[in-house]
Structure formats: structure tokens, C-alpha cells
């Protein structure tokens, strides 16, 4: 069992910038993995960023590319997501998840672990 807990979510203004983190339990975090979704009000949950095992290997949603990064420290077994030039459409719950394969899933079926989510509002 993997339990994972979001952070870094707030409040900030268009442009602005914040980083979540993912913060997993368990010892087998270096062999999972992980992505990030995001579900904005009356919306479905839609795939942000995934990355593999070690950490290689990314893949991002088309229109994320270039202003979210994802990242991984295996020796914290914590995941990051980096998020720049922020926009209002942005604004959403995040969740982290882990996937128990090496390579990345973009869909929220291929996940296994989810977190409680962290909330992302950002202000015109």
C-alpha cells in the first residue's frame, strides 16, 4: 500500500508560479510510476503530467507543456510539479498518483494510488 500526500497548493495570481509536492510512503516508491491529474469544477479529472520509475522519461498534456515541469527525487520519494506562467483556466484540484509500473500511464485507470488532492486557485 502507498499512501501519498499533496502540498504546495495556494492561492496566487495570473503569471505567478507555485510547485506542488507529492510525498509517498512505503519503500517501493523508486519502482512506480507516478503522475499528476487535475479536476476543475464540473469538469472531469484530466491528465497534467506523468513521469516513469526513474525519473528518464516525461510526458505532459499537450497545452501544459512548456510551462508545468515534473520531477522526482526517489531518494525522498517525492514527486514535484513545477508550474509557471499560471493562468485563471489552471485553477483546479490536483492529485498525485502512482502506478504500479515503471512507465508512465496518462490515464487515471492506469493508476493505482491517489492522493486527497491539493487545490490550485489562481485569480484574474
Known amino acids: 500500500q502507498v499512501q501519498l500526500v499533496e502540498s504546495g497548493g495556494g492561492l496566487v495570481q495570473a503569471g505567478g508560479s507555485l510547485r506542488l509536492s507529492c510525498a509517498a510512503s512505503g519503500r517501493t516508491f523508486s519502482s512506480y510510476a507516478m503522475g499528476w491529474f487535475r479536476q476543475a469544477p464540473g469538469e472531469e479529472r484530466e491528465f497534467v503530467a506523468g513521469i516513469n520509475s526513474s525519473g528518464s522519461s516525461t510526458e505532459y498534456a499537450g497545452s501544459l507543456k512548456g510551462r508545468f515541469t515534473i520531477s522526482r527525487d526517489n531518494n525522498k520519494a517525492t514527486m514535484y510539479l513545477q508550474m509557471i506562467s499560471l493562468k485563471p483556466e489552471d485553477t483546479a484540484l490536483y492529485y498525485c498518483?502512482?502506478?504500479?509500473?515503471?512507465?508512465?500511464?496518462?490515464?487515471?485507470?492506469?493508476?493505482?494510488?491517489w492522493g486527497q488532492g491539493t487545490q490550485v486557485t489562481v485569480s484574474s
Open positions: 498518483a502512482a502506478r504500479r509500473r515503471s512507465r508512465i500511464g496518462v490515464n487515471g485507470y492506469e493508476y493505482d494510488y
